[in-house]
């Protein structure tokens, strides 16, 4: 099982990017996708979410930050408008088969126990 995070880069705040986590060896559509982030110096912290057609979102990305799932291109994306110093981290996604997105359990990455990303870097400077 593959989870390869792309998209990251250099943005000024205002700006967007789209990140793009491609999946090998499990389909998309039948798991809990998130993606989390991790700023230097800091934990890692859930971003959003996608299961089937339900979404969840962080507060401090509600508005600005889309989730969404290709099934045909066993892809999830996270769409990021309006994009701030504070998002500058390593974007993670990561895939559960158990996590349900109504948990509060859902937003603690150590839930998410089965297949993680190897990260891609977002640096939005003000």
């Known amino acids: 099982v593959q989870l390869q995070a792309s998209g990251g880069g250099l943005v000024q705040a205002g700006g967007s990017l789209r990140l793009s986590c491609a999946a090998s060896?499990?389909?998309?559509?039948?798991?809990?996708m998130g993606w989390f982030r991790q700023a230097p110096g800091k934990e890692r912290e859930f971003v959003a979410a996608i299961r089937m057609s339900a979404t969840h979102y962080t507060d401090s990305v509600k508005g600005r930050f889309t989730i969404s799932r290709d099934n045909a291109k066993n892809t999830v994306y996270l769409e990021m408008n309006s994009l701030k110093s504070g998002d500058t981290a390593v974007y993670y996604c990561?895939?559960?088969?158990?996590?349900?997105?109504?948990?509060?359990?859902?937003?603690?990455?150590?839930?998410?126990?089965?297949?993680w990303g190897q990260g891609t870097l977002v640096t939005v400077s003000s």
């Open positions: 060896g499990i389909t998309v559509s039948r798991y809990a």
């Open positions: 990561a895939a559960d088969r158990t996590i349900i997105l109504s948990s509060i359990w859902s937003e603690e990455s150590k839930y998410w126990d089965e297949y």
